[in-house]
């Protein structure tokens, strides 16, 4: 039996965890393809560029790409505690959006959830969202699990 998530691909079975899918949201009266398109509008408060990455969004990636143009112009700082503040907005969000979510979410009893960054490491800030196990040990901060397992205990 395994005791832990690892959120990984998209079409695995726990990549609807991640942000990288599509998964419509509405959020201050706009809708959003993903939760990542969401996530990172929230990085910035210039609104012509929140509105183009919000129309180029394609289920994360297109506007993760796009959103490095505009790097010098975000407000809230990658990994910052507002970062943090909005990923729990937006994942809290999701649930709230998606009652087969919470029903698959709170069913995950107390296993440990992670995003499995083990192929892609020290990347940018992986080892902060995510972690990976190596023999038997597991490195990374796992902030993305531990706000789902954070939520996973609200809902109880």
């Known amino acids: 039996m395994k005791n832990e998530i690892s959120i990984g691909k998209v079409k695995e079975e726990w990549g609807w965890m991640g942000n990288m899918g599509k998964c419509k949201l509405e959020y201050e009266g706009k809708e959003y393809k993903s939760s990542e398109g969401l996530f990172i509008c929230l990085r910035f408060e210039d609104e012509e560029i929140k509105e183009e990455l919000r129309l180029v969004d394609n289920g994360g990636m297109m506007v993760k790409c796009v959103s490095k143009r505009y ?32 029903k698959m979410l709170i069913e995950s009893g107390d296993l440990f959830i992670y995003e499995n960054v083990g192929r892609r490491r020290n990347r940018g800030n992986n080892m902060f969202w995510g972690g990976y196990f190596e023999e038997g040990e597991f490195y990374g901060n796992n902030m993305l699990g531990k706000i789902w397992m954070e939520l996973r205990e609200e809902l109880r």
Not at 73 to 101: A, F, H, P, T
């Open 71 to 102: 790097y010098n112009e975000m407000v809230i700082k990658r990994g910052s505690n507002k970062d943090v503040e909005n990923m729990r907005k937006v994942i809290r969000l999701k649930l709230e959006s998606y009652n087969w979510m919470r």
